[in-house]
């Protein structure tokens, strides 16, 4: 007899656990991962459409479903956000729709006020492309360049993160500051974070209690309501996104596009 044939080889530590179960015990731990992979997914959907407050010591909150880190959090947008490259849109917006949004109780803007050259943009401070932009926008603001131009912001943060310094940075025109904390922002490179916002309040001599106290109220809710709305009416998908003097561009505005703006309304 032929000790090999009859003697059972020792499962090594190496061999799989399946390989030691029998078929139908194989099938059962299948069953039960896939219920635990199940119940992890469901208690992720949960979290992240409960409604809470933005301000606290986590950033991760937001007041709106979020579905992809690069969605705008809006239960009725359905593709995935881009930046769309496609520069040469001509698409004219409503008149009714920027009628809406310059006839807000609160209207948060920078460059002259009484420009007739109206630039409405919906962005996101931790947006590469908006944050470029805006900046754009920025220094031609402070050089002079577009003395004709109007810029209406439109709060629309994408990220989870956002939204926390989003509503801080609005709720510091109940100070008269707003103006002065968004550049602050602009200028100082790196995320945009509650930290990061309220160390540059503080800075500017905003009153931070008070500041965080404001960015609680139904006030600011009724702005990113109002902004939800106008998101669903646009159908946008993504961020950034602008509307210059009337007609809808899709994605950042920098470059030859940004000249031709500052030509433009400048004629």
Wanted: with cysteine.
């Amino acid at each position: 007899m032929n000790h090999n044939q009859h003697t059972q080889k020792p499962i090594s530590n190496n061999e799989s656990l399946s390989k030691q179960l029998p078929s139908h015990k194989k099938h059962i731990l299948v069953f039960f991962i896939f219920c635990l992979c199940c119940i992890g997914i469901i208690s992720f959907r949960l979290s992240t459409t409960n409604r809470v407050s933005p301000i606290s010591s986590d950033d991760t909150h937001n007041s709106y479903e979020i579905v992809d880190g690069g969605k705008l959090p809006y239960k009725d947008i359905q593709k995935p956000a881009h930046v769309s490259l496609n520069l040469n849109e001509d698409t004219q917006v409503d008149s009714a729709i920027i009628d809406q949004i310059l006839q807000n109780d609160v209207i948060y803007s920078e460059g002259n006020p009484e420009g007739k050259f109206v630039i409405i943009k919906f962005f996101d401070y931790n947006c590469s492309w908006c944050m470029k932009t805006a900046r754009l926008f920025q220094e031609a603001f402070e050089n002079n360049s577009i003395p004709n131009v109007r810029l209406v912001l439109v709060h629309t943060p994408i990220f989870p993160e956002s939204l926390a310094p989003t509503w801080l940075i609005m709720a510091a025109q109940e100070q008269g500051m707003f103006s002065q904390l968004y550049n602050a922002v602009l200028r100082t490179p790196g995320k945009t974070t509650t930290q990061k916002v309220l160390t540059l309040a503080e800075k500017l001599g905003i009153n931070t209690q008070q500041l965080q106290a404001d960015a609680n109220t139904p006030k600011i809710q009724k702005q990113m309501d109002i902004a939800e709305q106008l998101v669903n009416k646009l159908k946008l998908e993504g961020v950034p996104i602008l509307i210059i003097n009337g007609k809808l561009h899709r994605g950042a505005l920098i470059g030859e596009q940004f000249e031709q703006m500052v030509i433009d309304s400048n004629q």
